[in-house]
């Protein structure tokens, strides 16, 4: 068991954006916080360095690990070339939220009308868009998902097709569209979706007044049971021929021939042909459907049965501008295990929630990222403390100082002593470069500094024996997140020379 998330479609991208796809996938990857490994061996110490997901020479970018959850998952592939992305188990938290974001971009876009599934429901995609809008500053609406049938119908035949199918347990249609959008979801396809799950049999059909949606389904079905009545073994064969033939023949079929069933082809789907005939022969519609589906017409001109007025509103609905959310809310965890058996040493301090503090590796100088107050004066104080240890090293110390091997040293003991603190790629390798650079080394120095003045701070990091199950009030506690985010700072190079000059 666990907690799934694929998306049930084609992931076929059109030609003229495959590009933008591919560079928009990666982009909603690492803002997410998604990163892979690299293994470093020296000085009889192994440890692991951090890069955010990258796709290699063959265009394929494996990952497992976000930096905002600090857990690993199973192992994800995106093939850049093919456009497919491939997860297993996603956890319930921040890795969960930025692959069900990263599966919906292709719904935005794919060409076809599949759907992001998590655990066998359709997600509700407006949080999803409006962190994609802000990563991507872009302006995607939920529109499409107003294609009811479609997507109904795209459901459908995946759980068909997967072997899933039980006709006993419909799905609900409620699903599809977020409920601050419900209102844009009424017309034929949520009327037609409805009389497939409850059937026609007792809904006061017969006081449906003439000129209604309602009224026409009741007519079709009356005369497909005449129609039934009249040509007996023959007649789902003889209705399958009608609803195959293309426009201009059915509105010049004999009325004799197939009474007015012909007249309603013209305006009326051939799937409510279909649903109600299967209701009228008591087989299954959608074991049907996905057989047949093909085979008919789609050249129907439909009619409003509503007025002007409720087209319109539907319409503004439908368009609903989703707008923008930022990282630090689209991935804020705050469920009902959360804090859950958070212990009592840290019960007077504020829960933990991201923020922008901890968005410095992304940091650029605009708005994007805005770090608080708090942090600044962090900020400031350890460029003081820097400082002073460059005042404060000679030349000599510098010269016999093995930098390299006191930053593996001091790497290795913050991931064991406050788990999972990995230092990024590109800091390493510079301070790697620079190893007898007095700004590095004083930032090495710093570092060891602020180890040791978080560890009692921090230590109860060491209490978690299951770090799915523990208190993100532990797993963040304000100690571990310092030595974090101080990593963090120093892979940043621009927020680094702006803060500690160098």
């Known amino acids: 068991m666990g907690t799934f998330c694929d998306y049930n479609g084609n992931m076929t991208i059109p030609d003229e954006f495959k590009d933008e ?191 209604s949606y309602p009224y026409e389904i009741m007519c079709v079905k009356k005369e497909l049971q005449k129609f039934s009545e009249t040509y007996g073994f023959d007649r789902k064969k003889r209705l399958y021929e009608l609803l195959k033939l293309p426009y201009d023949e059915r509105q010049g079929i004999a009325c004799q021939k197939y009474g007015g069933l012909a007249e309603m082809t013209l305006r009326i789907p051939a799937r409510v042909f279909v649903y109600l005939f299967a209701e009228i022969q008591g087989f299954d519609f959608w074991t049907e459907w996905h057989e047949v589906h093909g085979e008919f017409y789609v050249d129907e001109i439909t009619k409003n049965y509503v007025g002007e007025s409720v087209v319109k509103k539907r319409e503004e609905i439908r368009n609903t501008q989703i707008g923008k959310l930022n990282t630090k809310d689209f991935l804020k965890n705050n469920g009902c295990f959360t804090f859950y058996n958070t212990p009592a040493e840290l019960k007077d301090k504020p829960d933990y929630y991201l923020s922008d503090d901890d968005l410095m590796y992304w940091w650029d100088g605009t708005d994007t990222v805005q770090l608080s107050i708090r942090m600044i004066e962090t900020l400031n104080r350890w460029s003081v403390e820097l400082k002073k240890f460059e005042t404060e090293i000679n030349r000599d110390e510098i010269e016999d100082y093995d930098m390299l091997k006191s930053l593996l040293e001091l790497l290795d003991r913050a991931n064991h002593e406050y788990r999972d603190i990995y230092a990024f790629q590109n800091m390493f390798y510079e301070f790697a470069q620079n190893n007898k650079d007095i700004h590095y080394f004083a930032a090495i120095k710093l570092f060891e500094k602020i180890l040791d003045e978080n560890w009692e701070t921090g230590k109860i990091i060491q209490s978690v024996e299951s770090w799915s199950t523990a208190s993100k009030n532990v797993i963040c506690n304000e100690g571990r997140i310092n030595v974090k985010r101080y990593l963090s700072v120093l892979a940043n190079k621009k927020l680094r020379v702006k803060c500690f000059g160098f």
Not at 149 to 161: A, D, M, N, Q
Not at 188 to 207: C, K, P, Q, S, W
């Open 21 to 211: 796809f591919n560079e928009n996938m990666i982009k909603i990857l690492q803002r997410g916080g998604m990163m892979q490994f690299e293994n470093v061996h020296m000085y009889g110490k192994e440890i692991h360095l951090i890069r955010p997901v990258e796709c290699d020479e063959e265009g394929k970018a494996y990952f497992s690990f976000n930096y905002f959850e600090d857990d690993l998952w199973e192992s994800v592939l995106f093939n850049s070339r093919t456009q497919v992305l491939r997860s297993g188990k996603i956890g319930n938290n921040e890795f969960n939220r930025v692959m069900c974001a990263a599966y919906l971009l292709y719904e935005l876009y794919g060409m076809d009308y599949g759907y992001v599934d998590r655990n066998g429901d359709f997600i509700d995609p407006v949080r999803c868009i409006a962190w994609i809008n802000h990563v991507l500053d872009k302006d995607f609406t939920a529109e499409k998902r107003f294609n009811l049938w479609k997507y109904y119908e795209s459901y459908y035949f995946t759980e068909i097709e997967q072997d899933h199918y039980d006709r006993a347990y419909p799905k609900t249609v409620f699903g599809i569209i977020p409920e601050e959008l419900r209102g844009g979801m009424g017309g034929r396809d949520l009327a037609d979706i409805y009389y497939i799950v409850y059937g026609t049999g007792d809904m006061g059909m017969n006081e449906a007044s003439s000129g």
